[in-house]
């Protein structure tokens, strides 16, 4: 069978438009389809966009987050119905929405399920996918099916499944589940083989949910003598001196951590499980070490105001925090955020594509929406300013004012694109005729 997937761009400017990362969804499931003798291409709309209309398939596969909804769906009428598939987070989350554009829809991990749809073995409409228990049986993902890749960048790779956490606005749990499923080192280590002169980003949602497994890994990896990766962990990691010691020797240079919020508060309505107190010393215990932070951040809790905005850059500044992102809390479908704030009807748009933590879609508790919008949009204009770029310069911390330069121009771009934020007072203005 000739199989095409695609994952679909994100109909507006994103940030991470400009990191040519593939998702590793279609790729996994394009290794198990093409080692099961089907001819395969996986198109990556960011890298490249094919003429669909000159696109001859038996199966048309899309994987759609929430912010790539919309644009999957209209891929998606391009073909015969009878030709579409669809599967990924949003599609697990509303999958009936889905449903309408497509033959069949996958709930949940569709490893397991993959060959026997496109055979036509299963002919359900509603496909309950399954969790890979022994993540060891994944094939290593073959990038040479992503059309037009030229060379990969930053290799994501995928060692562990699943959180024990629940933190209020995250898909995750919803996706993946509670339990926490993990490569064996053996696996790992035959997949960084493969990555040779790429930059790594272990892309776990929690790379240290278990640290004796991480623990274990690292040993196992720090004789290869990698350089340069970057993996995602919880702040209370960073009360462990011994584990970040080793995470360095094994070459890790940056971590992505989910600080989330400054405001005790919002902490605790997240459910994240942290105090500031803990994120302070996390920043501190792994600058210790010399592993650069990447800090994340979510505004627009039940309690943030736009002074919360501006604690927020404040403190990632006067921290040195390495780099940052604030997200606008999304209500994403399936989460309990989504649930609380759809309950009290503060949700004014259902346009998919705003769903990227760059636009609000939800009237705040206390602060308007377009308030939180443009203080967020103000505050990272401060963080990533040419001034702060030069001052880094200046002190020879030449990453960071690379990054800050980086981000100062991401963030024009996306000013650029959302001038007048003129979605906000058209979507409010909907959302109160309707009301
Ligand atoms: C790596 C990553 C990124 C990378 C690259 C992702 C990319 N190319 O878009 C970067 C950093 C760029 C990124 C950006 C963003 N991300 Co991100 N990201 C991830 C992360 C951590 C891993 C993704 C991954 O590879 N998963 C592993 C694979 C195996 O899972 P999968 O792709 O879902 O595929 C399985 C199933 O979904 C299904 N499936 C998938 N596709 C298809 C297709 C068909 C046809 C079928 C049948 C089945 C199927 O089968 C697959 C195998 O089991 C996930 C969290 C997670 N655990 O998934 C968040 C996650 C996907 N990101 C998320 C978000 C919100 C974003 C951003 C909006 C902002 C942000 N802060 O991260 C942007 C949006 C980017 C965009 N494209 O518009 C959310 C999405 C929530 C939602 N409801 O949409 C997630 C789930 C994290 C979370 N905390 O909730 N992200
Ligand atoms: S935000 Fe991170 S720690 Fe919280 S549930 Fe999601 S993956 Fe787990």
Redo the contacts with the bound molecule.
Sequence with gaps: MKVV?I????ALA????Q?P?????????GTILKNHGHDVAIY?E?VYTPDYSKIDADII?????????KRGYEIAKKFPREKV?????????MPYEALQYAR???I????E??CD?VEGKIKDSL?Q?KA?ENLDSLPIPDYSLVQGMKSLRIR?I?TS?G?PHG?S????TK??GHKYRFRGAESVLMELDVAKKQDI?F???NFVANPQRTRDLLARIIPKKIKGWTC?VRCEVARDPELLDLMHKAGCRVVCI?FESINQKTLQAFNKKQTVTQIIDSIRNFHRKNIKIHG?FVLGGEDDTAVTVWDTVRFALKEKIDTI?M?IL?P????KTHDFLAGENRIFTKDWSL????HIVFRPNLVSPKELQLNVVRAYCKFYSIYNSLVLFTQLSFRNAFFRLMGHCIVKAWKNHNRDLYWIRNTARESVKQG
């Design positions: 997937l994952e679909p761009r994100a994103n940030v991470y438009s990191i990362m593939p998702l590793l969804g279609p790729l996994y499931l990556k960011d596969g899309i994987s759609i987050l929430t912010s790539t909804a598939i669809i599967g990924g987070v949003h599609a697990s989350l069949q829809v996958v949940g991990e569709a490893e399920v993959i749809m496909v996918g890979v994501p995928s499944r959180c933190c606005f995250c898909s995750v996706m993946f980003f892309c776990d949602d995602q989910g994340m992102q997200m999304t994403f479908p399936g989460t769903y990227d933590g760059q």
